[in-house]
């Protein structure tokens, strides 16, 4: 399958505090940020939306990379990587992630998904569950409530003008760079991709993420409902005041609660953002520590 290549030009000043690399995977330049390996630092890659590339993910992968190997690639197709001769799908982008992290020499990782990043980790966990230690699903996308493509349109027209202005600036260049074939393409696949199915078969403490702000999400009490038929691995958190990229517009809150998350500790707002969007835990599955278990205090 042929590949086309992506120009290595570097951005007139460093987008990130993170390390702009470059590396080839099945023959498609891939760019990625990578963060300096603390000791014994366990692995997180985080993976980006529908459209856009890893920038916007950056605010929370930064706060992150003090205590995780951080990972942020542009998945082929999207940001600065290569593209493939045909458009990927969510299994496709699932298995070049997969093969990204052979490329690095990653064997396990705890992944961290928005919007369309969501569905990849689930293949992901799907074809290679051996392979990942948690999931974060924050702001997951697809399925009926986001068809047809015009309510789409109009949810993320919507979710445009709760987002920081700033977002603005990194998205729009990304989606003129995705282009109207690939958004088609890749819309169908999202859409019709078994979301549900996948999270049931989940057997790994995994982190849900959602903005009571966001309109690409459906209803709270369907949120509630697909949350408490899952295997009881699920943690449903909401963050108050957030739309839908929580990665970029609530990084501290978003950075906090996975640390939480991540050593089964209570959730608690962040103290040192007295003031700002609240937490709220909504459901909690029967596998995972309570959240008051004395073992998570001090």
């Not at 000043?13 to 690399?21: D, M």
């Not at 074939?181 to 859409?191: G, I, V």
């Amino acid at each position: 399958m042929g590949t086309r290549t992506a120009a290595r030009r570097p951005p007139r000043r460093p987008e990130s505090s993170l390390t702009e690399r470059w590396t080839t995977v099945d023959g498609i330049e891939l760019f990625y940020r990578e963060s300096p390996m603390p000791p014994d630092a366990p692995a997180m890659m985080h993976l980006h939306g529908f459209g856009l590339s890893g920038r916007y993910l950056l605010p929370t992968a930064e706060r992150l990379a003090d205590q995780f190997h951080t990972f942020v690639p542009d998945l082929p197709g999207f940001g600065r990587s290569g593209k493939a001769a045909d458009a990927l799908d969510v299994p496709d982008l699932a298995h070049a992630a997969a093969r990204f992290l052979d490329d690095r020499g990653i064997e396990k990782v705890t992944l961290v998904g928005n919007s369309m990043g969501c569905p990849v980790i689930l293949e992901f966990a799907h074809h290679y569950p051996e392979r990942i230690e948690r999931a974060v699903l924050v702001s997951p996308a697809g399925g009926l409530y986001n068809q047809p493509l015009r309510r789409a349109v109009g949810q993320l027209t919507r979710d445009g003008r709760r987002e920081p202005p700033r977002m603005m600036k990194v998205a729009v260049p990304d989606y003129l760079r995705f282009g109207v074939p690939s958004t088609f393409k890749m819309f169908r696949s999202l859409t019709q991709y078994p979301t549900l199915e996948r999270l049931l078969e989940l057997h790994i403490p995994t982190l849900v993420v959602i903005g009571d702000r966001d309109p690409l999400m459906p209803t709270p009490a369907r949120v509630r409902e697909v949350a408490a038929a899952t295997d009881s691995h699920v943690l449903l958190v909401r963050i108050e005041g957030a739309a839908h990229a929580i990665n970029f517009s609530h990084s501290g809150e978003l950075a906090h609660l996975i640390r939480l998350f991540m050593a089964d500790r209570p959730i608690v707002d962040d103290p040192a953002s007295p003031g700002h969007a609240s937490l709220t835990e909504i459901h909690r599955g029967k596998h995972l520590p309570p959240s008051n278990d004395p073992r998570n205090e001090g």
